[in-house]
């Protein structure tokens, strides 16, 4: 491993706190043994939501304005940050450093993404955006931290 690997490995390592570390990665390694990845996934959205009505945004008028509410609730909790850039038919989040790994587990990554979907789906639809359209992951985590999502019309499977 080359010294930015393990720099990065390190503060990845460090996003959840000791006193939370064990109980997490536990319950989510029993979550795991319970419920498949789909229910897991549905009740990580719902998870999600639940957050976000606890945490709602101010009032934004641009994307600009969206993207830095957004960046500032994240960075308050630790949670990292995000940026939305428009696309041709939906916005694009990349949201980086998010503590999903290092609070639950490599293993949950499978189905944890779905509380960002949650977070992202409720506060679109607290800023006025209409629920038909959906925020979905569309990138695994890369290796710094990184995960896509989109926010647009369903995509036909």
Do not use: N
């Amino acid at each position: 491993m080359d010294a930015t690997s393990s720099v990065i490995s390190y503060l990845s390592g460090r996003q959840c706190a000791a006193q939370w570390k064990i109980f997490l990665l536990s319950t989510a390694q029993e979550l795991a043994d319970k419920f498949s990845a789909a229910e897991l996934r549905t009740f990580m959205r719902r998870v999600g939501g639940r957050f976000a009505r606890e945490l709602p945004l101010p009032a934004c008028a641009t994307l600009d304005d969206i993207q830095l509410a957004m960046s500032q609730a994240w960075t308050r909790l630790d949670w990292g940050w995000v940026e939305i850039t428009d696309q041709a038919d939906h916005l694009h989040l990349q949201h980086y450093c998010a503590p999903l790994e290092a609070a639950l587990g490599r293993e949950a990554l499978d189905w944890t993404p779905s509380f960002l979907e949650g977070v992202y789906q409720q506060w679109f639809e607290q800023l006025g955006a209409s629920d038909r359209l959906q925020v979905t992951q569309v990138s695994d985590f890369d290796s710094i931290g990184g995960i896509g999502l989109r926010l647009g019309s369903p995509i036909a499977a």
